[in-house]
């Protein structure tokens, strides 16, 4: 069993910041590339237009235009953990943000994981 916990949510005010950490834990043989999605209220998930960041195993990471410079992503691999450094935060960014992963299980099983969410509310 694997399992993605996100934390770090919260209420934050316009141009303050916020770190999300995202831990996996179970029966995981390794972690390919791990990142963060958001869902902004109202609007349906689509999990192509709301991926906020992505790292790779290697530590290559990519960014959503919108985030650039704003937004860090890193990783702690031997923690299996994924974290979101979110600064300059604008209300335009209140969303539920989902972790998610690419695990082999022990097994050897491949597939991807996600998180149950955390919001982030960015309102004055």
């Known amino acids: 069993q694997v399992q993605l916990v996100e934390s770090g949510g919260g209420l934050v005010q316009p141009g303050g910041s916020l770190r999300l950490s995202c831990a996996a834990s179970g029966s995981i043989r390794s972690i390919s590339g791990m990142g963060w999605h958001r869902q902004a209220p109202g609007k349906q998930r689509d999990l192509k237009r709301d991926?906020?960041?992505?790292?790779?195993?290697?530590?290559?990471?990519s960014y959503e235009d919108s985030v650039k410079g704003r937004f860090t992503i890193s990783r702690d691999s031997a923690k299996n953990t994924v974290y979101l450094q979110m600064d300059s935060l604008k209300p335009e960014d209140t969303a539920v943000y989902y972790c998610?992963?690419?695990?082999?299980?022990?097994?050897?099983?491949?597939?991807?994981?996600w998180g149950k969410g955390t919001l982030v509310t960015v309102s004055s």
């Open positions: 991926l906020v960041a992505i790292i790779t195993s290697g530590g290559v990471t």
């Open positions: 998610a992963a690419g695990i082999t299980s022990v097994r050897g099983e491949f597939r991807n994981y």
